[in-house]
């Protein structure tokens, strides 16, 4: 009988990148996938050090797990096992704990457990240091989902003072080209049409003379790839010349989030960010003046150390100026040993709540300000699912989450859409090439979301 397997995944796109090469790993070697929750021999946990919540899902994960099936094996790998392995290993029921230099090899190291039996104590694969060469990663993501991840890129060299990514992950250093090209033909031929490149600073991708622009253009010609979607990435590490390539690539999605992170230069400064407000400013008007309706998300910390009144103030207004389309707020969380943790001066958490609070308001407004913008036109949409509310919902290639309500499946189709409202958390539209009367048996939706769709709405791709 196989044995059944759960993944679970906390934090980032990348994270969830490995989670899913992980998972076609294990079922090649015959185990079951099944979601969390159910009885499990196995749980793999794919962790994230980069706050202090993330930290305690982690936990939470596994008691819950042990409480659902106690005698299940624990294996615990990704960020937070690179950086709280101690803490990990004495949680009672953790049997397997592998830092980032071993996360990969997580099979071979299942095989060496026996029956998968309970350990009287935390097997543990740690290492202080990755190595710094550019890598292969074996196997093709498994997803249910209609956009897939392609992880081309890991680590960071330039160590901001709140993060510890650098720490968990290590320095800097590039998937070789033609391993990155290999596993998105897989991804495609599983039926992906959307690939999304991810890293931790995937503006620095390098391997040999290829950068980013020329990864973008060899994946480009993967016969039946309709789109390559950017994740996050630097504004020190985007060229003019990727800005001028997306205005005229009909696969490169018009879609870039740049952090910020603040609206002051004292701040930036103390963050260890390399740029200034009034670079990223520039950045920003550039990206809009050269590529039509691009949309531009950024990333903004909330209650740095020190941070004032005016500080956030400044950056309040920068936001509002901007043009963006949203904006992710985060609030500060202390990670020992970081440089920030070391400041001093901390923001009362009543302080940080508020000015989250209205970062998150004005993030709003400039959502549907940017929706409202492409009222009336039409524009080409991939379906992903249908929610709860009876829309079928998908995105632009400018980042817009669209419904629609049909009667038919829509899943992984790109269909003209004429976009016809906006609400809080999607813009409502109607398929070009259907007739304009409602479809027989097809509910008006309601304006309710599930928290999933909220989710969508918010999640940068």
Known sequence: MKKKVALYTVGCRLNQSETAVLTDRLMERGYQKVECGEPIDLLVLNTCTVTENAEADCRRVIRRTLRQSPNAFVAVTGCYAQTGMKTLQNIPGVDLVLGNQYKMTLPDYLEEMPHLAKQSAAQVRHSRTMAREDFVQEGVGDYATTRANLKIQDGCNFMCSFCLIPFARGRERSRKIDDAVREAERLVERGHRELVLTGVNIGRFKHGPVGLLELIQRLEAVPGLARIRISSIEPTTIPDALLDYMRT?????????????????????????????????????????????????????????????????????????????????????????????????????????????????????????????????????????????????????NFLRVGVAHAGSLTNQIRKVRLTGVMEHVVLGKLVDETRQRPKNVPIPVMRYSEQERAWSTACP
């Open 249 to 397: 690539s009909d696969k490169l999605c018009r879609f870039l989030h740049v952090p910020l992170q603040s609206g002051h230069d004292d701040v930036l400064a103390a963050m260890n960010r390399r740029y200034t407000v009034s670079d990223y400013t520039s950045w920003v008007e550039r990206a809009v003046q050269t590529v039509p309706d691009v949309c531009v998300g950024t990333d903004v910390l909330v209650g740095f150390p020190g941070e004032t009144d005016r500080q956030f103030s400044a950056t309040h207004r920068v936001i509002e100026d901007l043009p963006v389309a949203y904006a992710h707020v985060f609030r500060y969380s202390s990670r020992p040993g970081t440089s920030a943790a070391r400041a001093g001066n901390p923001v009362p958490h009543s302080v940080i709540s508020t000015r989250s609070r209205l970062l998150s308001r004005l993030s709003r407004t400039k959502r549907m300000q940017f929706s409202q913008r492409f009222l009336d036109q039409e524009c080409d949409v991939l379906f992903e699912a249908v929610g709860k509310n009876g829309l079928w919902t998908g995105v632009t290639d």
